[in-house]
Protein backbone atom coordinates (compact mmCIF):
# COMPACT_ATOMS: atom_id res chain seq x y z
CA UNK A 1 0.00 0.00 0.00
CA UNK A 2 2.81 2.53 0.19
CA UNK A 3 2.93 3.61 -3.27
CA UNK A 4 -0.48 4.80 -3.39
CA UNK A 5 0.12 6.27 0.27
CA UNK A 6 2.71 8.55 -1.27
CA UNK A 7 0.82 9.08 -3.97
CA UNK A 8 -2.11 10.08 -2.13
CA UNK A 9 0.00 12.50 -0.01
CA UNK A 10 1.55 13.95 -3.39
CA UNK A 11 -1.47 14.86 -4.66
CA UNK A 12 -2.75 16.51 -2.09
CA UNK A 13 0.31 18.71 -1.86
CA UNK A 14 0.04 19.56 -5.47
CA UNK A 15 -3.41 20.44 -5.21
CA UNK A 16 -3.41 22.35 -2.91
CA UNK A 17 -0.25 24.50 -3.81
CA UNK A 18 -2.41 25.00 -7.08
CA UNK A 19 -6.02 25.92 -5.75
CA UNK A 20 -7.17 27.76 -2.58
CA UNK A 21 -10.17 25.62 -2.39
CA UNK A 22 -9.13 21.94 -2.49
CA UNK A 23 -8.02 22.20 1.48
CA UNK A 24 -10.43 23.74 2.82
CA UNK A 25 -13.03 21.49 5.53
CA UNK A 26 -15.82 22.04 2.88
CA UNK A 27 -14.07 20.17 0.28
CA UNK A 28 -12.52 17.56 2.33
CA UNK A 29 -15.91 16.51 3.41
CA UNK A 30 -16.79 16.60 0.02
CA UNK A 31 -14.34 14.50 -1.12
CA UNK A 32 -15.22 11.63 1.42
CA UNK A 33 -19.12 11.84 0.06
CA UNK A 34 -18.00 11.95 -3.39
CA UNK A 35 -15.62 8.77 -3.23
CA UNK A 36 -17.74 6.70 -1.02
CA UNK A 37 -19.80 4.75 -3.59
CA UNK A 38 -16.95 3.72 -5.54
CA UNK A 39 -14.71 2.92 -2.43
CA UNK A 40 -17.52 0.31 -1.26
CA UNK A 41 -17.91 -0.67 -4.96
CA UNK A 42 -13.77 -1.22 -4.98
CA UNK A 43 -14.73 -3.14 -1.37
CA UNK A 44 -16.63 -5.59 -2.98
CA UNK A 45 -14.19 -6.01 -6.07
CA UNK A 46 -11.08 -6.82 -3.69
CA UNK A 47 -12.77 -10.44 -2.65
CA UNK A 48 -13.39 -11.22 -6.53
CA UNK A 49 -9.72 -9.28 -7.82
CA UNK A 50 -8.44 -11.52 -4.93
CA UNK A 51 -9.26 -14.60 -6.88
CA UNK A 52 -7.56 -13.44 -10.06
CA UNK A 53 -11.19 -12.78 -11.85
CA UNK A 54 -13.38 -9.63 -12.70
CA UNK A 55 -16.64 -8.40 -12.32
CA UNK A 56 -17.14 -5.67 -15.28
CA UNK A 57 -21.25 -5.72 -14.03
CA UNK A 58 -20.42 -4.27 -10.40
CA UNK A 59 -21.47 -0.76 -11.30
CA UNK A 60 -24.72 -1.62 -13.01
CA UNK A 61 -25.43 -3.65 -10.40
CA UNK A 62 -25.38 -0.99 -8.11
CA UNK A 63 -27.72 1.05 -10.49
CA UNK A 64 -30.52 -1.97 -10.54
CA UNK A 65 -30.14 -2.60 -6.76
CA UNK A 66 -30.40 0.96 -5.74
CA UNK A 67 -33.75 1.08 -8.13
CA UNK A 68 -34.96 -1.92 -6.26
CA UNK A 69 -34.84 0.12 -2.88
CA UNK A 70 -36.11 3.41 -4.21
CA UNK A 71 -39.25 1.78 -5.68
CA UNK A 72 -39.90 -0.37 -2.76
CA UNK A 73 -39.36 2.94 -0.50
CA UNK A 74 -40.97 5.12 -2.99
CA UNK A 75 -43.65 3.42 -4.82
CA UNK A 76 -44.25 0.77 -2.50
CA UNK A 77 -43.75 2.61 1.28
CA UNK A 78 -42.04 0.49 2.83
CA UNK A 79 -39.63 0.98 5.38
CA UNK A 80 -36.19 2.28 4.05
CA UNK A 81 -34.52 -0.96 6.39
CA UNK A 82 -36.86 -3.94 4.58
CA UNK A 83 -35.60 -1.78 1.17
CA UNK A 84 -32.28 -2.13 1.74
CA UNK A 85 -32.25 -5.91 3.20
CA UNK A 86 -34.25 -6.92 0.05
CA UNK A 87 -31.75 -4.41 -2.35
CA UNK A 88 -28.73 -6.56 -1.08
CA UNK A 89 -30.88 -10.06 -1.23
CA UNK A 90 -31.35 -8.69 -5.00
CA UNK A 91 -27.59 -7.86 -5.27
CA UNK A 92 -26.19 -11.52 -3.86
CA UNK A 93 -29.00 -13.31 -5.97
CA UNK A 94 -26.90 -11.51 -9.08
CA UNK A 95 -23.47 -12.34 -8.09
CA UNK A 96 -24.74 -15.54 -7.45
CA UNK A 97 -25.86 -16.52 -10.48
CA UNK A 98 -22.44 -14.76 -11.91
CA UNK A 99 -20.85 -16.83 -9.50
CA UNK A 100 -22.19 -20.01 -10.67
CA UNK A 101 -21.84 -19.25 -14.25
CA UNK A 102 -17.73 -18.59 -13.74
CA UNK A 103 -17.32 -21.30 -11.05
CA UNK A 104 -20.05 -24.04 -12.30
CA UNK A 105 -19.59 -23.55 -16.50
CA UNK A 106 -16.29 -22.46 -16.33
CA UNK A 107 -17.10 -19.37 -18.43
CA UNK A 108 -14.41 -16.37 -18.36
CA UNK A 109 -15.57 -14.22 -15.53
CA UNK A 110 -14.64 -10.88 -18.39
CA UNK A 111 -17.04 -12.78 -20.82
CA UNK A 112 -19.83 -13.21 -18.29
CA UNK A 113 -18.96 -10.31 -16.16
CA UNK A 114 -19.75 -8.32 -19.60
CA UNK A 115 -22.79 -9.94 -20.50
CA UNK A 116 -24.32 -9.26 -17.21
CA UNK A 117 -22.94 -5.44 -17.82
CA UNK A 118 -25.23 -5.56 -20.79
CA UNK A 119 -27.57 -7.01 -19.13
CA UNK A 120 -28.09 -4.98 -15.73
CA UNK A 121 -27.52 -1.72 -17.72
CA UNK A 122 -30.99 -2.52 -19.78
CA UNK A 123 -32.75 -3.87 -16.81
CA UNK A 124 -31.92 -0.47 -15.05
CA UNK A 125 -33.79 1.05 -18.22
CA UNK A 126 -36.77 -0.79 -17.85
CA UNK A 127 -36.72 -0.04 -13.75
CA UNK A 128 -36.50 3.43 -14.45
CA UNK A 129 -39.26 3.84 -16.67
CA UNK A 130 -40.12 6.45 -19.43
CA UNK A 131 -39.61 9.19 -16.80
CA UNK A 132 -36.01 7.98 -16.41
CA UNK A 133 -35.59 9.15 -13.07
CA UNK A 134 -36.86 7.86 -9.86
CA UNK A 135 -36.69 9.91 -6.58
CA UNK A 136 -36.12 9.00 -3.10
CA UNK A 137 -37.13 11.38 -0.29
CA UNK A 138 -36.83 8.96 2.65
CA UNK A 139 -34.60 11.20 5.39
CA UNK A 140 -33.22 8.19 6.44
CA UNK A 141 -31.41 7.27 3.20
CA UNK A 142 -30.57 10.74 2.16
CA UNK A 143 -29.14 11.31 5.55
CA UNK A 144 -26.06 8.99 4.70
CA UNK A 145 -24.75 10.63 2.28
CA UNK A 146 -25.80 14.60 3.09
CA UNK A 147 -25.71 14.62 7.03
CA UNK A 148 -23.18 14.77 10.04
CA UNK A 149 -22.43 13.71 13.36
CA UNK A 150 -21.98 16.37 15.77
CA UNK A 151 -18.72 17.60 16.59
CA UNK A 152 -19.02 16.02 20.26
CA UNK A 153 -20.15 12.64 18.12
CA UNK A 154 -16.93 12.51 15.96
CA UNK A 155 -14.73 13.23 19.00
CA UNK A 156 -16.08 10.17 20.79
CA UNK A 157 -16.11 8.17 17.37
CA UNK A 158 -12.27 9.20 16.76
CA UNK A 159 -11.61 8.05 20.63
CA UNK A 160 -13.35 4.90 20.59
CA UNK A 161 -11.69 3.63 17.38
CA UNK A 162 -8.51 4.52 18.00
CA UNK A 163 -8.55 2.61 21.60
CA UNK A 164 -9.95 -0.50 19.51
CA UNK A 165 -6.88 -0.03 16.95
CA UNK A 166 -4.50 0.32 19.29
CA UNK A 167 -5.81 -2.99 21.80
CA UNK A 168 -6.12 -4.91 18.84
CA UNK A 169 -2.40 -3.86 17.60
CA UNK A 170 -1.03 -4.68 20.93
CA UNK A 171 -2.91 -7.98 21.03
CA UNK A 172 -1.57 -9.07 17.80
CA UNK A 173 2.10 -8.00 18.34
CA UNK A 174 2.14 -10.25 21.90
CA UNK A 175 0.26 -12.91 20.31
CA UNK A 176 2.68 -13.51 17.57
CA UNK A 177 5.59 -12.74 20.36
CA UNK A 178 4.13 -15.95 22.69
CA UNK A 179 3.59 -18.60 19.48
CA UNK A 180 7.25 -17.81 18.83
CA UNK A 181 6.45 -16.34 15.32
CA UNK A 182 8.21 -13.28 13.68
CA UNK A 183 6.26 -9.62 14.45
CA UNK A 184 6.66 -6.00 14.10
CA UNK A 185 9.11 -4.25 16.22
CA UNK A 186 7.16 -2.39 18.57
CA UNK A 187 8.81 1.21 18.01
CA UNK A 188 8.37 1.03 14.22
CA UNK A 189 4.39 -0.28 15.41
CA UNK A 190 4.28 3.01 17.75
CA UNK A 191 5.51 4.97 15.34
CA UNK A 192 3.05 4.23 12.06
CA UNK A 193 0.53 4.17 15.04
CA UNK A 194 0.54 7.50 16.38
CA UNK A 195 1.26 9.14 12.61
CA UNK A 196 -2.42 7.63 11.78
CA UNK A 197 -3.51 8.76 14.89
CA UNK A 198 -2.59 12.06 14.27
CA UNK A 199 -4.16 12.02 10.61
CA UNK A 200 -7.20 11.02 12.19
CA UNK A 201 -7.35 13.66 14.57
CA UNK A 202 -6.18 16.37 12.22
CA UNK A 203 -9.30 15.21 9.60
CA UNK A 204 -11.56 15.16 12.95
CA UNK A 205 -10.80 18.74 13.94
CA UNK A 206 -10.95 20.11 10.07
CA UNK A 207 -14.47 18.31 9.65
CA UNK A 208 -15.35 19.77 12.97
CA UNK A 209 -14.65 22.96 11.91
CA UNK A 210 -17.95 25.40 10.33
CA UNK A 211 -18.34 24.45 6.51
CA UNK A 212 -21.43 26.67 5.71
CA UNK A 213 -21.06 30.14 3.77
CA UNK A 214 -24.24 31.07 6.09
CA UNK A 215 -23.93 29.64 9.09
CA UNK A 216 -26.87 31.53 10.70
CA UNK A 217 -29.05 29.74 8.43
CA UNK A 218 -27.38 26.60 7.84
CA UNK A 219 -24.66 24.96 10.21
CA UNK A 220 -22.16 22.38 8.75
CA UNK A 221 -19.71 20.46 11.12
CA UNK A 222 -18.89 17.40 11.96
CA UNK A 223 -18.38 13.88 10.24
CA UNK A 224 -20.21 12.92 7.51
CA UNK A 225 -22.43 9.50 8.33
CA UNK A 226 -20.38 8.26 5.57
CA UNK A 227 -17.54 7.74 7.33
CA UNK A 228 -18.83 5.79 10.22
CA UNK A 229 -20.59 3.52 7.37
CA UNK A 230 -17.00 2.87 5.91
CA UNK A 231 -15.64 2.12 8.89
CA UNK A 232 -18.14 -0.42 9.52
CA UNK A 233 -18.09 -2.04 6.17
CA UNK A 234 -13.88 -1.95 6.13
CA UNK A 235 -13.27 -3.52 9.69
CA UNK A 236 -16.11 -6.24 8.68
CA UNK A 237 -13.83 -7.05 5.09
CA UNK A 238 -10.87 -6.78 7.44
CA UNK A 239 -12.11 -9.52 9.86
CA UNK A 240 -13.40 -11.34 7.31
CA UNK A 241 -10.16 -11.87 5.23
CA UNK A 242 -7.72 -11.70 7.73
CA UNK A 243 -9.65 -13.65 10.17
CA UNK A 244 -11.49 -16.57 9.05
CA UNK A 245 -10.74 -19.93 7.77
CA UNK A 246 -12.88 -18.19 4.88
CA UNK A 247 -10.71 -15.34 3.77
CA UNK A 248 -7.19 -17.76 3.87
CA UNK A 249 -9.04 -19.74 1.86
CA UNK A 250 -9.81 -16.72 -0.44
CA UNK A 251 -6.26 -15.94 -0.60
CA UNK A 252 -5.38 -19.70 -0.98
CA UNK A 253 -7.57 -19.87 -4.11
CA UNK A 254 -6.34 -16.71 -5.41
CA UNK A 255 -2.77 -17.56 -5.07
CA UNK A 256 -2.91 -21.01 -6.36
CA UNK A 257 -6.38 -22.92 -6.90
CA UNK A 258 -5.11 -26.30 -7.50
CA UNK A 259 -2.94 -26.54 -4.48
CA UNK A 260 -6.29 -25.16 -3.03
CA UNK A 261 -8.66 -28.21 -4.57
CA UNK A 262 -5.74 -30.68 -3.63
CA UNK A 263 -5.75 -28.67 0.01
CA UNK A 264 -9.43 -30.07 0.35
CA UNK A 265 -10.87 -26.30 -0.28
CA UNK A 266 -14.02 -26.13 -2.19
CA UNK A 267 -12.87 -24.01 -5.14
CA UNK A 268 -16.02 -23.53 -6.82
CA UNK A 269 -18.08 -22.24 -4.22
CA UNK A 270 -15.35 -20.13 -2.91
CA UNK A 271 -15.49 -18.35 -6.44
CA UNK A 272 -19.12 -18.22 -6.62
CA UNK A 273 -19.22 -17.07 -2.71
CA UNK A 274 -16.40 -14.02 -3.90
CA UNK A 275 -19.04 -12.60 -6.83
CA UNK A 276 -21.81 -12.90 -4.52
CA UNK A 277 -20.26 -10.59 -1.95
CA UNK A 278 -19.20 -8.69 -4.57
CA UNK A 279 -22.87 -7.92 -5.94
CA UNK A 280 -24.09 -7.25 -2.21
CA UNK A 281 -21.16 -4.45 -1.71
CA UNK A 282 -22.35 -2.82 -4.81
CA UNK A 283 -26.31 -3.10 -3.72
CA UNK A 284 -25.15 -1.45 -0.50
CA UNK A 285 -23.39 1.37 -3.22
CA UNK A 286 -26.60 1.46 -4.72
CA UNK A 287 -28.47 2.84 -2.16
CA UNK A 288 -25.25 5.70 -1.36
CA UNK A 289 -26.28 6.19 -5.53
CA UNK A 290 -29.51 7.26 -3.82
CA UNK A 291 -28.87 9.17 -1.09
CA UNK A 292 -26.19 11.13 -2.95
CA UNK A 293 -28.36 11.77 -6.27
CA UNK A 294 -31.39 12.17 -4.25
CA UNK A 295 -32.78 9.89 -7.10
CA UNK A 296 -31.67 6.95 -9.38
CA UNK A 297 -31.20 7.62 -12.99
CA UNK A 298 -30.57 4.93 -15.82
CA UNK A 299 -26.88 6.27 -15.68
CA UNK A 300 -26.67 5.32 -11.85
CA UNK A 301 -23.26 3.14 -11.46
CA UNK A 302 -22.38 3.72 -15.49
CA UNK A 303 -19.99 6.12 -17.22
CA UNK A 304 -16.80 5.79 -15.34
CA UNK A 305 -17.86 4.04 -12.05
CA UNK A 306 -17.04 0.90 -12.82
CA UNK A 307 -13.15 1.54 -14.04
CA UNK A 308 -13.20 3.86 -11.47
CA UNK A 309 -13.62 1.18 -8.92
CA UNK A 310 -11.49 -1.19 -10.52
CA UNK A 311 -8.88 1.14 -10.62
CA UNK A 312 -9.24 2.12 -7.00
CA UNK A 313 -8.38 -1.08 -6.08
CA UNK A 314 -5.39 -1.77 -7.85
CA UNK A 315 -4.11 1.60 -6.81
CA UNK A 316 -4.93 1.25 -3.40
CA UNK A 317 -2.24 -2.42 -3.74
CA UNK A 318 -4.52 -5.51 -4.42
CA UNK A 319 -3.00 -7.01 -7.55
CA UNK A 320 -4.91 -8.26 -11.15
CA UNK A 321 -2.82 -11.25 -10.87
CA UNK A 322 -5.38 -12.56 -7.31
CA UNK A 323 -3.74 -13.82 -4.34
CA UNK A 324 -2.57 -10.31 -2.31
CA UNK A 325 -4.63 -7.56 -1.60
CA UNK A 326 -6.74 -6.24 1.32
CA UNK A 327 -10.22 -4.12 2.16
CA UNK A 328 -8.05 -1.08 3.14
CA UNK A 329 -6.53 -1.16 -0.47
CA UNK A 330 -9.81 -0.33 -1.84
CA UNK A 331 -10.56 2.51 1.03
CA UNK A 332 -7.25 4.38 -0.14
CA UNK A 333 -7.64 3.60 -3.69
CA UNK A 334 -11.14 5.24 -3.97
CA UNK A 335 -10.02 8.35 -1.94
CA UNK A 336 -6.68 8.48 -4.79
CA UNK A 337 -9.36 8.61 -7.21
CA UNK A 338 -11.95 11.12 -5.58
CA UNK A 339 -8.79 13.43 -5.13
CA UNK A 340 -7.32 13.13 -8.83
CA UNK A 341 -11.27 14.21 -9.85
CA UNK A 342 -12.33 16.60 -7.65
CA UNK A 343 -9.09 18.50 -7.61
CA UNK A 344 -8.45 18.51 -11.56
CA UNK A 345 -12.19 19.89 -11.40
CA UNK A 346 -11.56 22.99 -9.27
CA UNK A 347 -8.78 23.63 -11.09
CA UNK A 348 -10.78 23.59 -14.42
CA UNK A 349 -9.43 20.05 -16.24
CA UNK A 350 -11.82 18.62 -18.92
CA UNK A 351 -13.27 15.16 -18.24
CA UNK A 352 -10.66 13.65 -21.03
CA UNK A 353 -7.89 14.79 -18.68
CA UNK A 354 -8.85 13.68 -15.88
CA UNK A 355 -9.87 10.46 -17.05
CA UNK A 356 -5.91 10.75 -19.01
CA UNK A 357 -4.08 11.05 -15.88
CA UNK A 358 -6.47 8.72 -13.72
CA UNK A 359 -5.20 5.82 -16.04
CA UNK A 360 -1.72 7.14 -16.12
CA UNK A 361 -1.98 6.36 -12.09
CA UNK A 362 -3.82 3.02 -12.59
CA UNK A 363 -0.91 1.84 -14.96
CA UNK A 364 1.58 2.65 -13.03
CA UNK A 365 0.40 0.77 -9.81
CA UNK A 366 -0.31 -2.37 -11.67
CA UNK A 367 3.19 -1.85 -13.15
CA UNK A 368 4.59 -1.67 -10.06
CA UNK A 369 2.58 -4.84 -9.60
CA UNK A 370 3.93 -6.75 -11.76
CA UNK A 371 7.33 -5.81 -11.23
CA UNK A 372 6.96 -6.73 -7.82
CA UNK A 373 5.78 -10.19 -8.69
CA UNK A 374 8.61 -10.61 -11.31
CA UNK A 375 11.23 -9.88 -8.52
CA UNK A 376 9.82 -12.58 -6.06
CA UNK A 377 9.25 -14.60 -8.44
CA UNK A 378 12.75 -14.70 -9.83
CA UNK A 379 13.67 -15.20 -6.21
Avoid at 199 to 214: H, T
Avoid at 336 to 342: F, K, L, Q, S
Avoid at 363 to 374: F, K, P, T, Y
Wanted: aromatic share 8%; hydrophobic share 55%.
Amino acid sequence: ALPGVLGLIALCIVFGIMSDVFLTPGNFANLLTQAASVTVIAMGLVFVLLLGEIDLSAGYASGVCGAVLVILITNHGAPWWIALIVSILVGALLGYTIGTLVSRLGIPSFVVTLAAFLMFQGLLLLLAGEGGTIRIEDPTILAVQNNNLSPTLSWILFLAVSAIYVLIGLAKINSRRKAGLKSELKKLWAIKTAALLALGAGAVYALNLERSNNPDLVSLKGTPYIVPVILVLLVAGTFVLGRTAYGRHIYAVGGNAEAARRAGINVKNIRTSAFVICSSFAAIAGMLFASRQNSISPTTGGSSTLLYAVGAAVIGGTSLFGGKGKMRDAVLGGLVVAVIDNGMGLLGYAAGIKFIVTGIVLLISAGVDAISRRGASSN
